[in-house]
């Protein structure tokens, strides 16, 4: 990202790279998992406050500096418009504390969650670390969240429009309890879906999770068919998808894209973090002097650019162009995501390049899709997805 402009310092993005560029150029110093609690706390208590004067007054200045208003960027996919392709990637608001203010950080969509049925702690600590070098983090969390119940109270209480009336589309994250097996795992997730439901724009399916004992087994075909046919038999069923690993055989990544062709699913998510230390096994974790390779969890950021982009054309192939796709992995610029909507997906995450380079990040891959639609003359984000054209 280009250096800020003087004017641009007084910005938000300004502003986070002056007081956090220092902390998140470090592996050591603040631990990650506060800092982004901590975060989680003041964005929680904004977005609850959201509609009180002095609040509303500096969202709307948050929106002017980070919003990107066009056409061009709009796109209705299964049944939800979204006012631009960027989203917030799940795992940052796993409780729903901010769901009614990410549309005034730039974003088109948030998922949230992952949420479990039973409230859960997580792994041990610590479990969320820091590669400043590589802009990577390792995460073994382990699907640590308030239950769904709590997620619903905490949705209600933000008082959001109703779904599809949002001025960013809101989806759900639901992952199996760690405490339920594998053979009730669609139970499982069915309660989760079933009470919120109501509040979903979308909900997918997190069968890809490192972290959770077993869980990516779900991903088996015969299983995965399994639990989707228990999810959509629920009265009032959102739209689903599904969430797939990066480290996943070709041929495993093919048998998704015909399941979930076959079973109407409304599109795939790829990737989830990964268990390849994707060169980096030898890289030592200064908190714990463990190399990567001694370490459990997955690996995110720049290091996963390359493969989710692999999986992501793999899925294009096998899937065709009617299967809408959900690039995530490794997009910290608007190259890394224009690559990723020619390779054909329809949208976007953004979680690690989103905290390492702040949320200027935001604006400057929408302006930059606009600049290769220009470019390469497509009158729409539509007509660029899948397209091959390369960066210009």
Known sequence: MAEPSPARLLSIGGAYRRWLGPVLANDQGIDPEQLVQASLSALGQASACRNWPGVSGVLASLAMDL???????????????????????????????????????????????????????????????????EQAALNRMGFNNNGAEMMRRTLERQALPSAGQRPAVLGLNLGKSRITSLELAPDDYALSLQLLAPLADYAVIN???????????????????????????????????????????????????????????????????????????????????????????????APLRKRALEVLRRLRATA?????????????????????????????????????????????????????????????VSEAVGSGAPWQ
């Open 320 to 380: 065709g162009p009617a299967l809408p796709l959900i690039g995530v992995g490794g997009i910290d610029s608007p190259e890394a995501a224009w690559e990723r909507i020619s390779a054909g997906a329809s949208l976007v995450q953004l979680y690690t390049g989103w905290i390492f380079k702040g949320p200027d990040l935001v604006p400057h891959i929408l302006e930059g899709i606009i600049n290769q639609l220009d470019r390469h003359g497509f009158r729409n």
């Open 67 to 133: 919003q990107r208003s066009d056409l061009r960027l709009e796109q209705v996919l299964f049944g939800c418009r979204f006012s631009n392709p960027v989203g917030l990637a799940a795992g940052f608001d796993k409780n729903g504390v901010a769901a009614g203010i990410w549309d005034r950080f730039g974003f088109g969509f948030a998922e949230l969650g992952t949420v479990t049925w039973h409230a859960q702690s997580g792994n041990p600590r610590p479990r969320l670390f820091r590669l400043a070098a």
């Open 207 to 301: 069968v890809s999770s490192p972290n959770t004992p077993g869980l990516r087994d779900l991903q088996d075909s015969s299983q995965l068919r399994r639990l989707v046919e228990r999810l959509r038999r629920l009265p009032g069923c959102p739209p689903l998808l599904v969430k797939i690993a990066p480290d996943l055989a070709d041929e495993a990544i093919d048998g998704l894209a015909r399941l979930a062709y076959e079973e109407g699913l409304a599109g795939v998510i790829a990737v989830n973090t990964s268990l390849d230390r994707l060169g980096l096994q030898e890289r030592v974790i200064a908190n714990t002097g463990r190399t990567l390779a001694q370490e459990a969890g997955g690996l995110s950021g």
